[in-house]
């Protein structure tokens, strides 16, 4: 039988990345600078958490599936990439959730 190579922890890498951009942006709305949905801090803490572990998820699963190894950088692209998208649409559905 062929041994297909596995992207080693792959949750672990892509839940990294989600913990670098959840501190980044905690960090950006201690500065002043929030998403235009935000109202409040305690709203836009939790917002935050589901924005940034939603993406690292998706791509732990994306990752974990493949049958190809996913280096490191197309970890990190395919987070970036996907965090663009799903607060994108956060913002765009944010009137009807109001």
Do not use: D
């Not at 235009?36 to 974990?64: C, D, N, Y």
């Not at 799903?86 to 765009?92: L, N």
């Amino acid at each position: 039988m062929q041994e297909t190579n596995r992207t080693q922890s792959p949750y672990i890498k892509a839940l990294a990345c989600s913990a670098v951009a959840f501190a980044l942006a905690i960090g950006a709305q201690f500065l002043g600078y929030s998403l235009p949905s935000f109202t409040t801090r305690t709203e836009a803490v939790s917002q935050l958490v589901a924005l940034a572990m939603v993406p690292g998820l998706i791509v732990g699963l994306l990752a974990k599936k493949s049958t190809r190894v996913w280096p490191l950088w197309l970890i990190i692209c395919a987070f970036i990439a996907l965090l663009i998208v799903v607060t994108i649409v956060h913002e765009i559905t944010a009137p009807m959730r109001a």
